[in-house]
């Protein structure tokens, strides 16, 4: 099969890229995800369902987490853990899908970058949305 489009990643930002892709009824979007597949909320596993934290869902070895390991450097002596979500849902799905809004210097530099479409005033009505669904 052929598509217009591929996403590749069901997280937060996968999912909203390919919803709104796939608006355009001419447009073919497939999106992917490497986590197991749930086809509906009755089999969606008990420790991701509620949306709360939950230590099973990013153990190391946790069939929804990549278990990705920072290593170290010269300020940080340690390995760093750190729980990336591997399920439709993305890293939202197992950290309680918390979602926290960056301050504006940030949205401001990136436009500052030569996209004015990321600064803050522009982007706040979107995030407004945000906090609705």
């Not at 979007?29 to 909320?41: N, S």
């Not at 729980?83 to 993305?90: E, F, H, Q």
């Amino acid at each position: 099969m052929k598509y217009d489009v591929i996403v590749v990643g069901a997280g937060s930002a996968g999912c909203a890229m390919a919803a709104r892709l796939s608006e355009d009824l001419e447009r073919s979007v497939l999106l992917l995800e490497a986590g197991p597949d749930y086809p509906d909320i009755d089999t969606y596993p008990e420790d991701l369902k509620n949306g709360y934290y939950s230590e099973l869902a990013s153990l190391h070895d946790a069939p929804h987490n990549w278990s990705f390991v920072g290593k170290p450097t010269d300020d940080r002596p340690n390995d760093m853990y750190a729980p990336r979500g591997k399920v439709v849902g993305g890293t939202s799905a197992i950290n309680g899908q918390v979602f926290l809004r960056g301050v504006p210097e940030d949205y401001d530099s990136w436009a500052a970058e030569g996209n004015d479409e990321w600064e803050y005033v522009k982007l706040l009505p979107f995030c407004v949305g945000w906090r609705r669904t």
